[in-house]
């Protein structure tokens, strides 16, 4: 009873936990192909560790959805579940494509193509702008 009632009260953000469902699925097949291309083998702490990360996310959001909908604001609170749901979209894709390049051959049409997505969303180029060379010489 308690169940039915948790998830009709989750259900305007169903369909953003469904696709962080399907992104957590993804993260976690590219990062074991790649362990096993890279002959690293199964290890259950980061398996463990992928599984606490994703209850963590998924408890968060939807934390954030039910105190925004308990103040009576919520559509505000879906806007904060897709700002997340966009931020781990990001954060996962790229460890989706740094996971994709381990598994590719080097200086493939794919390996170059998947290099240049992970260039970018890693936002290596970034380190090219003197602002940003000096502030990491800073941080050291």
């Known amino acids: 009873m308690m169940a039915g009632a948790l998830l009709t009260l989750l259900a305007p953000i169903q ?5 962080m469902a399907i992104l957590f699925a993804i993260n976690f097949g590219f990062g074991l192909v790649a362990a096993v291309v890279n002959k ?3 290890s259950t702490k980061k ?3 992928f599984l606490v990360h994703m209850a963590t996310f998924l408890v968060t959001a939807c934390s954030a959805f039910v105190i925004g909908h ?11 579940v897709k700002i997340y749901c966009y931020v781990a979209i ?4 790229t460890n989706i494509a740094r996971n994709w390049l381990q598994i590719l051959k080097p200086g493939t049409s794919w ?8 260039y970018v969303l890693s936002v290596k ?16």
């Not at 369909?15 to 696709?19: E, L, R, S, T, Y």
């Not at 390996?111 to 992970?118: G, P, S």
């Open 15 to 19: 369909n953003f936990m469904i696709a």
């Open 40 to 42: 690293e083998g199964w």
């Open 47 to 49: 398996a463990l560790m």
């Open 70 to 80: 308990l103040m009576g604001e919520e559509s505000q609170a879906i806007a904060v």
């Open 90 to 93: 990001y954060i996962f894709g």
């Open 111 to 118: 390996y170059k193509f998947v290099d240049l997505i992970y």
């Open 125 to 140: 180029f970034i380190e090219r702008f003197d602002i940003v060379k000096k502030w990491q010489e800073e941080r050291k």
